[in-house]
């Protein structure tokens, strides 16, 4: 298949002259894209987008997570639909800011209480926060290599940022529990909370998935000594278990938080406590721009309804593993070494031996011919609108970059 880009391309060069870089995070063009990739989309419907060069495209990165029942869900926009001709902001929040935070504690089994923001980052922030505010300590522990937004705790950069950004900010390896303990001995009594995503899914590397005793243990050792342990699920939610991912792992957190998947492409996140950070969460000031945007709130809750009704979460996990097998299986045909890491609903896929992510890159650049989106440094989401045919196709398709991959290696 032959891409069109030209539009894309011209795009892009008049957004050189007025967004810095032209496009910024995991799309920017200086990322190790594939050369194929487009630059911007048209429109997009189900498992699909079209660019603006009217290429269509396979999609498995559904808006890096934001989309989990399609794009224009068609039960999702009627709900969205519904309140469009009552408005989307105001002063204060509309009723179904009410209903959404009953449906989020209904969901989620630990949490009495929700509230909600635009973004991840917003909340992931703010629970920092309130779990200082409850235990009185500045300091706070998460994993090496963690995303868990934009702010300057955390965000991978270095640009605008000072020393004291960090200073109550410590890092251990993700699995490794002695080196948690030991942060835990060297600064007893000074931790707030632990914040940890449920499993470890790095940028450009593989994801780990959480080692037996890991949550248990680490659980065990934040209750005893009185830290809040927040759940960053804003990547996951709702792809693992649709009563939060702390189900499939099996553990309890006092606080997680929500976003990608919460609103399928309404700009939504929202943080969910346990009864115990109830007055602390009242005294950590929260608001924003849009903050009550009842678009979004009709999206979620819709949302949620669907996850429970359709149990979205077993159904985006078991087509994943369909496919990470059939990607598996056709790569080994090619004597290539893949492993798709991760849980399926969101796979990382890893040529062993690819450290330098060449053989990823030129692999996602050969399914881009093929109309595959499948990006080379991030996980893959599993959209549920793919059906097992939709994922058959796929395989096939995949099967020809691989068979290109493998000639193109030879040909060196
Ligand atoms: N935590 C995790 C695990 C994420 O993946 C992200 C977004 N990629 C965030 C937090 C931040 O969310 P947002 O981009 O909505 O601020």
Redesign the pocket.
């Known amino acids: 298949m032959s891409l069109k880009r030209d539009k894309s391309d011209s795009l892009f060069s008049r957004a050189l002259n007025v967004i810095p870089g032209g496009i910024y995070g995991h799309v920017s063009p200086i990322a190790g894209l594939p050369r194929f990739f487009p630059h911007y989309t048209q429109k997009a419907s189900g498992f699909k987008f079209v660019d603006v060069d009217g290429n269509e495209w396979i999609d498995f990165m559904c808006g890096?997570?934001a989309i989990l029942h399609g794009y224009s869900n068609p039960e999702i926009e009627e709900s969205v639909n519904d309140q469009r001709s009552m408005g989307s902001v105001f002063n204060q929040p509309s009723p179904l800011m009410v209903d959404l935070a009953e449906s989020l504690t209904n969901a989620i089994d630990f949490a009495k209480w929700a509230v909600f923001a635009?973004?991840?980052?917003?909340l992931?922030t703010w629970a920092l926060r309130v779990a200082r505010e409850y235990t009185g300590r500045p300091y706070v522990i998460k994993a090496k290599g963690?995303?868990?937004?934009?702010d300057a705790w955390?965000d991978p950069g270095f640009g605008g940022r000072i020393e004291s950004d960090r200073s109550s900010i410590l890092e251990f390896s993700w699995n490794d529990l002695n080196e948690f303990k030991k942060l835990l001995s060297e600064y007893d009594n000074q931790i707030s909370s632990v914040i940890l995503?449920p499993y470890h899914?790095a940028a450009f590397a593989p994801s780990i998935l959480p080692s037996d005793h890991f949550w248990s243990e680490l659980e065990k050792e934040c209750r005893s000594k009185g830290i809040i342990l927040i759940l960053?699920?804003?990547?996951?939610g709702g792809r693992l278990h649709e009563g939060g991912s702390h189900k499939y792992f099996d553990f309890c957190p006092d606080l997680s938080?929500y976003?990608?998947g919460l609103g399928n492409g309404y700009?939504i996140?929202a943080c969910a406590g346990a009864e115990f950070l109830r007055g602390a969460s009242k005294e950590v000031f929260l608001t924003g721009s849009c903050w009550n945007d009842a678009f979004a709130m009709a999206a979620a809750i819709k949302s949620i309804e669907i996850s429970l009704r359709d149990s979205v979460a077993q159904s985006v996990l078991a087509k994943g593993e369909y496919f990470c097998n059939g990607l598996i299986d056709r790569a080994q045909e090619f004597d290539l070494p893949l492993t798709m890491t991760g849980p399926s609903s969101m796979p990382y896929p890893w040529f062993k031996g690819d450290e330098d992510l060449f053989r990823i890159q030129k692999f996602c650049e050969l399914s881009a011919k093929q109309g595959l989106y499948f990006h080379p440094h991030h996980n893959w989401f599993i959209s549920n609108a793919l059906d097992y045919g939709d994922l058959d196709l796929t395989l096939e398709l995949a099967g020809y970059a691989m068979k290109e991959l493998v000639d193109f290696e030879g040909s060196k």
Do not use: M, P
């Open positions: 890096f997570g635009k973004n991840g980052s917003d992931t963690a995303y868990h937004g934009v955390c995503t899914h960053d699920d804003v990547r996951a938080i976003s990608k700009g996140s």
